[in-house]
């Protein structure tokens, strides 16, 4: 198979500083991949504190299982992450593999192996070649250093087409704090399913209770927004370090109004990598954007956007250029939620198509048209019924994800 | 774009005898297509009890509204079907335009409107030039024949690339009865949205409300177990005859064990036809049947074959004939159904190739390789933890999908 074309919506990395309290790097350890590297690593200063969430999927990977045990702790030293491998569906082997990828952190650092964080993507069902890690670790420790964020975004790419940063400012108090996030997207090796990771880290000192729920409603209108292919990946990993380097106001076990300007950048940040990881889905040329509004609740909207954001049919419209809202009205219709066929309204492209069960008379075409032929669509539903809005983001479905995932092994 | 190629596994129209008290035929209107028939009417015998299931889509077509309201009444005197133009998502026009079909094939026949049903299939949004189908009507009419049965399987064909019908005879007391159908599949118009049509009639005199629920019940275990692309048609119609004109015994009122042969012969019938239309599912090159056991129950094992057969990743490892058995796990932990990935084993025709977590150590995979590269490709899981079964077909995921619903309308 030829090398995928760099995705016609990606972004470039931005210059990530330094987080205090955090050494990374990236090195090739030549688990799947020739000649690039595949093998990341971060350490934490003591004290960091750590927040994670993980796939739903009921048949998680050995990384996931290791590190909502190791999450119990709330806190970290390090983190491990190989590409080309994902150690899922691997068994008692599979444990065995990530418990002595921790132990070896553990042992290079001088920490203990519970205090380790791990992951895996690549290809599933094959037994993870761990002393291939454990063979590379020690050189990585060596290397690792506060700027090595750009070499960390691009050691965990799988067949993602760009690496994928962000970072952001936020106050706490009179004091300024940084959060930096890296991720991987949906891609496939050799080929093998989709799997998102992303890892963020901040100097700020926040409790671990409020990391943890400041993180989960992060995700909740970012990472969970966000649809490729419908489906969930064995290995869905967001872990948020917290070093506790910066010198800022104490923040109170509770949380409070202190972290509103770091809830709103962490959502922010997560928000833009979830961004990337659509910009770059298995073959997509156009990155869409599904507004709700009108629905009976928030919960219906977003089902509703999201069966939208799924439909095969929509998808390969919108791939096609085609302004298809009668396939949106069939979305809408089958996503089992309240609606109203003759109040609702479809607009692509700030044009409203439809609206009372019927094509808006002679509507100017023209700009749909123009539209549709861009990079970044926006589709709007009115379900004219309440006050409910969602907003979700997917990709079209094209002839190019079919070539990356329907082909063979090898 | 070119003709679309018929489906590698097609199977040819059977001989479909005819019903007493069905005379059926089709005729050219030029709703849409030229040089074919695109309008088919049944008319029924006095007497007739009519059973129908409609689609879940909270958009429906105008068709469905009106046989929704005509179903009350439990009659049936004629059928009017065109292709080309789905009446969906046309406001009050849409209503009038089944309104006036009904009214002239009332007039024509000397019945009532109302005991006239309609199905429209085709693109949607734009109004049912129903003055066509009024003009064509008479001629039609005159035609109808008790042989028509192949004319009309052809006649609401879309982009379906072979017709769809079967016959079965079924036993009622000492006498024998015949059931016949036809379908037409999920083709696009130019293109539009997959509908699924079906059409049923039987010579048998069974009570209306017990037709109404041995239709309810063959179609969960028929229509209702395939998936194409898991988009639900706003069109979707299943509609049931009874003529009553054949000789047996009383039905009592409550049906009981006389239908148990006619129950058995419905409900492999539409099987029959249900799978007819999978193996005519957009671009499908594959028939996948998706058989799950040990599930928590029957609900559980239906949800995690549906989660299987709508995968996108397992849809497209297969038309890549690809026993990429981890995307099955992935599947099955994403149903969000009772699983246990250590008690989970999946093979591939027949062949175990996954058990209890991990790869089955030396499995001769040069079975699994042949059995991909046919035409009919059977999935088995077994989740380990209870006596739940559920079996679904669906079909691959191809280049040709994407062909067929990509491009622009015109």
């Known amino acids: 198979m030829p090398a995928t074309p760099v995705s016609p919506m990606a972004v470039p990395l931005p210059v990530i500083?330094?987080?205090p309290g955090?050494?990374?790097g990236a090195t090739a350890a030549g688990i799947r991949y020739a000649g690039r590297t595949d093998l990341v690593a971060m350490e934490f200063a003591a004290g960091t504190n750590v927040a994670g969430v993980f796939t739903s999927n009921k048949c998680p990977g050995a990384p996931v299982d290791w590190d909502r045990t190791a999450l119990k702790g709330g806190r970290a030293r390090a983190l491990v992450v190989n590409a080309g491998n994902a150690n899922v569906f691997t068994g008692k082997a599979g444990a065995e593999a990530a418990a002595a990828?921790?132990?070896a952190a553990g042992k290079l650092g001088g920490y203990p192996a519970r205090q380790v964080f791990l992951a895996s993507t690549g290809v599933i069902g094959e037994l993870l070649p761990h002393e291939k890690i454990t063979t590379a670790l020690p050189g990585l420790y060596e290397s690792l250093t506060p700027s090595g964020w750009a070499d960390a975004a691009r050691g965990i790419m799988t067949t993602d087409t760009f690496a994928k940063g962000a970072t952001r400012t936020a106050q706490i108090g009179e004091s300024f704090v940084t959060i930096n996030g890296i991720a991987k997207g949906s891609g496939m090796i050799a080929p093998d399913m989709a799997t998102m990771l992303c890892?963020?880290?901040?100097d700020a000192k926040i409790p671990q209770g409020v990391l943890q729920r400041m993180l989960r409603k992060s995700i909740a209108s970012s990472f969970n927004c966000i649809t490729v292919d419908s489906d969930t990946s064995t290995s869905d990993t967001v872990l948020l370090f917290a070093t506790g380097q910066a010198r800022h106001k104490k923040v109170p076990a509770e949380g409070g109004k202190i972290l509103n300007s770091f809830a709103l950048a962490l959502t922010e940040l997560l928000h833009d990598l979830a961004l990337q990881v659509i910009r770059d889905g298995e073959g997509a040329q156009k990155l869409i954007r599904v507004d709700v509004s009108g629905a009976a609740n928030a919960k219906s909207a977003k089902?509703?956007?999201m069966a939208i954001a799924n439909s095969p049919l929509v998808k390969t419209a919108i791939a096609g250029e085609d302004a298809n809202w009668g396939r949106i009205a069939m979305a809408v219709g089958k996503?089992?939620?309240?609606?109203?066929?003759d109040k609702l309204s479809i607009a692509v492209g700030g044009v409203w198509m439809a609206r009372a069960g019927g094509v808006v008379e002679g509507y100017d075409e023209a700009p749909v048209v123009a539209h549709m032929k861009g990079h970044e669509v926006e589709i709007a539903v009115d379900l004219g019924l309440g006050r409910g809005r969602a907003t979700v983001?997917?990709?079209d479905l094209t002839h190019g994800y079919i070539d990356i995932n329907g082909s063979y092994r090898s």
């Open 17 to 19: 500083p330094p987080i």
């Open 393 to 395: 983001w997917t990709c």
């Open 101 to 103: 990828t921790a132990a």
């Open 303 to 305: 089902r509703v956007a």
């Open 199 to 202: 890892f963020v880290a901040t």
């Open 22 to 24: 955090v050494r990374l």
């Open 335 to 341: 996503a089992g939620e309240p609606a109203d066929r």
